[in-house]
């Protein structure tokens, strides 16, 4: 199983930019489906961006355009980069492993985004 490591997070006012990064470590990292999630207080876990082992990435509506997933499994990490910066872009964003075929997730900590108007 893989341990996921977040850093990154910070305060930055609205329509600033942020890069996230998430370092693996323990495992095979390229075998692993990577993504973001975030949840800001009251609201469910949602998924920000995804990229699975081939590369091919998936966006969740809200940050279409504006967010950009990417990694590079030479370095085990995996990355955000967070541009034209929301208030409703705020709350924890954690790291996610999946692979799939040996039935195995791995979360990291969490960084905290809080952007202010």
């Known amino acids: 199983q893989v341990q996921l490591v977040e850093s990154g997070g910070g305060l930055v006012q609205a329509g600033g930019s942020l890069r996230l990064s998430c370092e693996g470590s323990?495992?095979?990292?390229?075998?692993?489906?990577m993504a973001w999630y975030r949840q800001a207080p009251g609201i469910q876990r949602e998924l920000v961006a995804s990229i699975t082992r081939g590369g091919s990435t998936n966006y969740g509506d809200s940050v279409k355009g504006r967010f950009t997933i990417s990694r590079d499994n030479a370095k085990n990490t995996v990355s955000l980069q967070m541009t034209s910066l929301k208030p409703e872009d705020t709350g924890v964003y954690y790291c996610n492993a999946v692979n799939r075929p040996f039935g195995s997730e791995s979360w990291g900590q969490g960084t905290q985004v809080t952007v202010s108007s």
């Open positions: 323990g495992s095979i990292f390229r075998l692993y489906d």
